[in-house]
């Protein structure tokens, strides 16, 4: 998994991450932390590229914690 630049949204780090699938499209998860917990969320859209998949992926970690998704 590639782990592209983590970026603070409030109180929590927000990191995108990309992998390679066999069928050679990229998945996207997303890493959000607070303290010393995190949760990683695996997106279901797939991608031809790895920006793309790490684009989504903060965007949606970003609308996660704005929108105060994660209780």
């Known amino acids: 998994m590639q ?19 066999e069928t050679g499209q990229y998945a996207a998860s997303v890493s ?21 998949a790490a684009v989504y992926a903060l965007a949606q970690g970003r609308a996660f914690v704005l929108n105060n998704q994660l209780a």
């Open 3 to 21: 782990t592209p630049q983590t970026h603070e949204v409030g109180r929590y780090l927000v990191t995108p991450m990309t992998k390679l699938t």
């Open 32 to 52: 959000i932390r607070r303290g010393m917990h995190d949760r990683v969320f695996r997106l279901i859209p797939r991608f031809d590229s790895a920006t793309r």
